[in-house]
């Protein structure tokens, strides 16, 4: 990504942060304990990181993951980014408000692949998180999961949740 391109881009990590307009407060007794994984049904990583620098849009995640394995932090983990919409996990409804939002680069059609890059990046992703949050595999879910109404959204179509967790267990 051309960082000439923004001065809201830096190095953090090892992942280039650009900080998008999207997101708020978390309530100040939220307790993150999970992530949801999304696809991000554009072509590619640039494509999302401009949909998610626009406030007009109102969607961001915390991560956006691209084929090639790049990862762009997009909103702090401290923050609540707008990921989630209308949701409800273990009876527990806006999941935003303790869940950390990561987007693969992925047209979401069921055909689309996840190349092992974008596997072993999500798996990194979550392994840093899981250094200063509880999050069990259990809590590792999918949009399909957790939006409302059931059957509202779909993705990430196609995502094997199997070699996640065995990656997750190296």
């Known amino acids: 990504m051309d960082s000439s391109k923004s001065d809201r881009r830096f190095s953090w990590a090892g992942f280039e942060v650009v900080n998008s307009p999207n997101f708020n407060d978390r309530p100040d007794d939220s307790i993150i ?16 990181v401009t ?37 409800c996990l273990d009876g527990v409804d806006s999941v935003n408000d303790y869940s950390i939002g990561i987007e693969m680069t992925n047209m979401n059609d ?7 890059k974008q596997y072993l990046a999500v798996a990194e992703i979550i392994r840093r998180c899981r250094k200063s949050y509880d999050i069990p595999d259990r ?22 949740f199997d070699k996640l967790k065995k990656l997750l267990a190296k």
């Not at 304990?33 to 999302?48: A, G, K, N």
């Open 33 to 48: 304990d999970c992530i949801v994984l999304h696809s991000t049904v554009q072509r590619t990583l640039q494509d999302t």
């Open 51 to 87: 949909l998610f620098l626009d406030p007009a849009s109102k969607v961001s995640s915390h991560f956006v993951v691209g084929k090639d394995g790049t990862v762009v932090q997009m909103v702090s983990l401290t923050k609540r980014a707008w990921h989630a919409g209308v949701s």
């Open 110 to 116: 069921g055909v689309d692949p996840y190349p092992d």
């Open 139 to 160: 809590r590792i879910v999918s949009h399909a999961k957790i939006a409302l109404p059931q059957g509202r959204k779909n993705d990430p179509l196609g995502f094997d």
